[in-house]
């Protein structure tokens, strides 16, 4: 399994963009990128998966350049509920029974 | 419309009492995640199940134990839970062919006294 690497902690204002970087240098040549949310006292939840350039849905954008060795998640105007804990995983695309596992993730801090 | 469903939220348990927490889900997935989440930190893969093979962890003490009757329902048992134990147990499920998206239950804190 590749192995993620994200920063610990990142601080913002409300309104402005935050870009959250993960390495994950070891990447496999099926390997998806997914990106998770998780509030305290919650089980994380789904933000964006993707495979290589750029996906976008309402909550975020995803960017994979072409060696694929990190990706970029953009947070657009962040707001106070945005405060959380973000997790970077690589896994099969295909998932046949694979696992998930969870780096260390960061801790995104959004400021009035 | 609740889709992965922990029962308890909380659980108080004695020390060295063996302690069992569930999982339902309403997906049909066939993947189905076991993790210990501690206090800031990330979540720590237990076991998980591909239909009914289950696949334990190589560092998941053997205090911990796990059930998977039918596709719908996983349950987690502690033998002896000890203080170390008290954590947030959270339950996953995906499906195969959706890479690692995967959906959470709002989990169960264990505590043990």
Not at chain 1, 76 to 85: C, F, G, I, Y
Not at chain 2, 6 to 26: A, D
Not at chain 2, 39 to 64: G, I, R, V, W
Request: charged residues 15%.
């Amino acid at each position: 399994l590749a192995k993620t690497t994200q920063p610990i902690s990142m601080d913002s204002y409300e309104g402005q963009e935050v870009n959250i970087t993960c390495s994950h240098n070891n990447i496999a040549t099926n390997d998806y990128i997914t990106w998770y949310q998780q509030f305290p006292s919650q089980g994380p939840r789904f933000i964006i998966q993707g495979y290589k350039t750029k996906v976008t849905n309402e909550v975020a954008s995803l960017f994979i350049p072409a060696d694929r060795k990190s990706s970029t998640l953009s947070l657009p105007r962040v707001s106070l509920s945005d405060t959380a804990v973000y997790y970077c995983l690589v896994g099969d695309k295909h998932n046949q029974g694979g696992k998930l596992i969870f780096g260390q993730g960061t801790e995104l801090s959004v400021k009035p | 419309d609740a889709m992965v469903i922990q029962n308890p939220r909380y659980q108080v348990t004695q020390f060295g009492k063996p302690v069992t927490l569930s999982c339902s889900q309403t997906l049909n997935h066939n993947v189905m995640y076991w993790y210990q989440q501690k206090s800031s930190q990330a979540p720590k893969l237990l076991f998980h199940y591909y239909d009914k093979d289950f696949n334990n962890e190589a560092d998941t003490p053997d205090n911990f134990q796990s059930r998977r009757p039918n596709t719908s329902f996983c349950f987690l048992d502690i033998r002896s839970p000890g203080l170390g134990d008290a954590a947030m147990y959270l339950c996953a499920t995906s499906r195969v062919g959706t890479g690692t998206e995967a959906f959470f239950g709002q989990g169960t804190r264990l505590t043990v006294v």
